[in-house]
């Protein structure tokens, strides 16, 4: 997680660096239904690379937006899940829905 400093002093700002861009949208939008695995959100998000869905996962980790939690099997499972956190981005990616959804009923 970055620190106040490290921050832009703009809070929309700091909502886009966190979240801004078109992967990191979807794989909230993923997670907003269930914890899902790698290799699950891999065929979902048609059009990522393995190198940024990683990437994406890492930096929302390390932002403290989702948990990462290893089941110890044979072979490893691993699953990705919003946490507290990450759930008080609920409103913020249901209203961008809800905003998809007119501007896609006004453009037919």
């Given at each position: 997680?970055?620190?106040?400093?490290?921050l832009?002093?703009?809070?929309?700002?700091?909502?886009?660096?966190?979240?801004?861009?078109?992967?990191?949208?979807?794989?909230?939008?993923?997670?907003?239904q269930?914890?899902?695995?790698?290799?699950?959100?891999?065929?979902?998000?048609?059009?990522?690379?393995?190198?940024?869905?990683t990437?994406?996962?890492?930096?929302?980790?390390?932002?403290?937006?989702?948990?990462?939690?290893?089941?110890?099997?044979?072979p490893?499972?691993?699953?990705?899940?919003?946490?507290?956190?990450?759930?008080?981005?609920?409103?913020?990616?249901?209203?961008?829905?809800?905003w998809?959804?007119?501007y896609?009923?006004?453009?037919?």
């Amino acid at each position: 997680m970055l620190t106040k400093e490290e921050l832009p002093a703009c809070p929309v700002a700091t909502t886009v660096q966190i979240i801004g861009s078109k992967w990191k949208l979807l794989i909230l939008r993923n997670l907003l239904q269930r914890p899902w695995r790698f290799n699950e959100l891999r065929k979902d998000l048609e059009g990522i690379s393995q190198k940024v869905l990683t990437d994406s996962l890492r930096s929302m980790e390390a932002d403290g937006i989702i948990s990462r939690t290893v089941y110890a099997e044979v072979p490893p499972r691993v699953e990705y899940a919003l946490n507290e956190l990450g759930e008080t981005l609920r409103p913020i990616l249901d209203a961008m829905e809800i905003w998809g959804q007119n501007y896609q009923n006004i453009a037919q």
